[in-house]
């Protein structure tokens, strides 16, 4: 048995590093591959079930996350959402102030351009990406909420050169007017180009506006506002803005001759002299047409009635108008400890006398419940108590009124209505 292992434990290198040699390097030189290294993997085994081409696709699909994660992150970060805010279009910033009141702020959005308002500086590249109506902070802490203005607000706060029409007047020219998609409408006193944008989304892309100024820096300004509203809204929108409204540098008096072959529907005048521009738009005007005149004060309302009397123009002046709005803040009545309010703030420092129950009291327009003496009673969560208050302008009244004219048979005498304004 010694003798048996010595031989064993002599022969084993040699037959170890043989059959080593052998199984490693066999005959063609090229190596051997154990069984567990030969044998396929599950995806491999289904790889090879499939076509070539599906196959093939198999491969790239599984390949792909491999070869470029950090690439895929940089394209999913780099993709907008639909509907969030991008670079070129406008956003409205709204902040919060004192009594309820908010100030608006316009701005076109840059990548390297930065937000200021009073409440601190917002880079715009925190704006883009973001969906509108989220509330965002400034380097300041203060709370911005970001939104898409709609048309009054960009025409409220766009530059402007001369005093716009404002939308409340212009909602109640279009409805007079009776404007439908497809019209033709002329336009005098493009003025910033405030009524301009209101037409050209009344008539639709198969309508037309003839804008006619006289003044060239109204008339640039007109274009540069218009061209503006419809960039950003091409960038925020999946629809086109419609190209319709042609802009013209030239007095209306003078433009007899390129109205002769046009029809319109509507006329629009905003001018200082409308009794001016009658004779030379009436005969281009359809019959039953309605021509819209937006005067500040009643005084031209009567110049324009006298000069359709001694002209013995075919209009008819069906009414004329004031638009006025009321702006009313409704707000909960401040509750302490589920009580009502001991005191409500009013606009003026009105001294009253105490009372000993609720009292409603009106103080310029105001209707407010005012305790003066603590009487124990409790609001349940549906009985909160409510302050309103109008808001009132402290500035000198301005009025603008709107008249109406239809051409139709001449008339021979106009009863002129006496107005009469409460200040």
Same mark, same amino acid.
């Given at each position: 048995?010694?003798?048996?292992?010595?031989?064993?434990?002599?022969?084993?290198?040699?037959? &170890?590093? $043989? $059959?080593?040699?052998?199984? $490693?390097?066999?005959? *063609?030189?090229? @190596?051997?591959?154990?069984?567990?290294?030969?044998?396929?993997?599950?995806?491999?085994?289904?790889? =090879?079930?499939?076509?070539?081409?599906?196959?093939?696709?198999?491969?790239?699909?599984?390949?792909?996350?491999? +070869?470029?994660?950090?690439?895929?992150?940089?394209?999913?970060? +780099?993709?907008?959402? @639909?509907? &969030?805010?991008?670079?070129?279009?406008?956003?409205?910033?709204?902040?919060?102030?004192? #009594? !309820?009141?908010?100030?608006?702020?316009?701005?076109?959005?840059?990548?390297?351009?930065?937000?200021?308002?009073?409440?601190?500086?917002?880079? #715009?590249?925190?704006?883009?990406?973001?969906?509108?109506?989220?509330?965002?902070? /400034?380097?300041?802490?203060?709370?911005?909420?970001?939104? =898409?203005? %709609?048309?009054?607000?960009?025409?409220?706060?766009?530059?402007?050169?001369?005093?716009?029409?404002?939308?409340?007047?212009? %909602?109640?020219?279009?409805?007079?007017?009776?404007?439908?998609?497809?019209?033709?409408?002329?336009?005098?006193?493009?003025?910033?180009?405030?009524?301009?944008?209101?037409?050209?989304?009344?008539?639709?892309?198969?309508?037309?506006?003839?804008?006619?100024?006289?003044?060239? *820096?109204?008339? !640039?300004?007109?274009?540069?506002?218009?061209?503006?509203?419809?960039?950003?809204?091409?960038?925020?929108?999946?629809d086109e803005w419609p190209? !319709?409204?042609?802009?013209?540098?030239?007095?209306?008096?003078?433009?007899?001759?390129?109205?002769?072959?046009? /029809?319109?529907?509507?006329?629009?005048?905003?001018?200082?002299?409308?009794?001016?521009?009658? @004779?030379?738009?009436?005969? $281009?005007?359809?019959?039953?047409?309605?021509?819209?005149?937006?005067?500040?004060?009643?005084?031209?309302?009567?110049?324009?009635?006298?000069?359709? =009397? %001694?002209?013995?123009?075919?209009?008819?002046?069906?009414?004329?108008?004031?638009? /006025?709005?009321?702006?009313?803040?409704?707000?909960?009545?401040?509750?302490? #400890?589920?009580?009502?309010?001991?005191?409500?703030?009013?606009?003026? !420092?009105?001294?009253?006398?105490?009372?000993?129950?609720?009292?409603?009291?009106?103080?310029?327009?105001?209707?407010?419940?005012?305790? &003066?003496?603590?009487?124990?009673?409790?609001?349940?969560? *549906?009985?909160?108590?409510?302050?309103? /208050?109008?808001?009132?302008?402290?500035?000198?009244?301005?009025?603008?009124y709107l008249g109406q004219?239809?051409?139709?048979?001449?008339?021979?005498?106009?009863?002129?209505?006496?107005?009469?304004?409460?200040?």
């Open positions: 048995m010694r003798a048996w292992r010595a031989l064993r434990r002599a022969a084993a290198p040699s037959s &170890s590093s $043989s $059959s080593s040699s052998s199984s $490693s390097f066999p005959a *063609d030189g090229k @190596p051997r591959r154990r069984a567990w290294q030969a044998s396929l993997s599950p995806l491999e085994r289904l790889r =090879r079930l499939l076509p070539p081409e599906e196959a093939a696709a198999v491969a790239r699909c599984a390949a792909a996350p491999q +070869a470029a994660p950090e690439k895929m992150e940089e394209e999913e970060e +780099a993709a907008p959402r @639909p509907g &969030s805010f991008r670079a070129g279009e406008l956003a409205l910033a709204e902040v919060r102030r004192k #009594h !309820n009141s908010a100030l608006k702020l316009l701005c076109r959005l840059a990548a390297g351009e930065v937000l200021s308002s009073p409440g601190g500086l917002l880079p #715009h590249r925190d704006i883009i990406g973001r969906m509108p109506g989220q509330v965002l902070r /400034t380097a300041a802490g203060k709370r911005l909420l970001l939104r =898409r203005p %709609s048309l009054d607000e960009y025409v409220l706060l766009m530059p402007r050169g001369a005093t716009i029409a404002y939308p409340k007047d212009i %909602s109640a020219l279009l409805m007079m007017m009776d404007i439908h998609p497809g019209d033709t409408v002329l336009e005098t006193g493009s003025g910033s180009g405030a009524m301009s944008l209101f037409l050209s989304r009344a008539v639709g892309h198969k309508g037309r506006v003839l804008s006619y100024e006289i003044r060239e *820096d109204h008339h !640039n300004l007109a274009k540069k506002n218009y061209r503006h509203w419809r960039s950003a809204w091409e960038i925020g929108h999946v190209d !319709n409204v042609e802009f013209i540098l030239k007095d209306i008096s003078t433009a007899a001759a390129d109205l002769k072959s046009v /029809t319109l529907d509507a006329v629009v005048l905003d001018m200082l002299n409308p009794q001016c521009a009658l @004779p030379v738009v009436h005969p $281009s005007l359809k019959q039953g047409g309605v021509c819209a005149v937006y005067l500040a004060n009643i005084t031209q309302v009567i110049d324009l009635l006298d000069r359709i =009397r %001694s002209c013995k123009l075919p209009f008819l002046c069906e009414r004329i108008i004031e638009v /006025t709005h009321r702006s009313w803040t409704v707000l909960p009545a401040k509750l302490k #400890h589920y009580k009502s309010s001991q005191m409500v703030e009013t606009q003026e !420092n009105i001294e009253e006398p105490l009372q000993n129950e609720y009292e409603e009291i009106h103080i310029q327009d105001q209707a407010v419940l005012k305790e &003066s003496e603590y009487n124990g009673k409790d609001f349940a969560a *549906d009985e909160v108590p409510y302050y309103c /208050t109008l808001i009132t302008q402290c500035r000198k009244r301005q009025c603008f004219l239809r051409i139709g048979k001449v008339l021979d005498s106009l009863d002129l209505v006496r107005f009469k304004e409460d200040y």
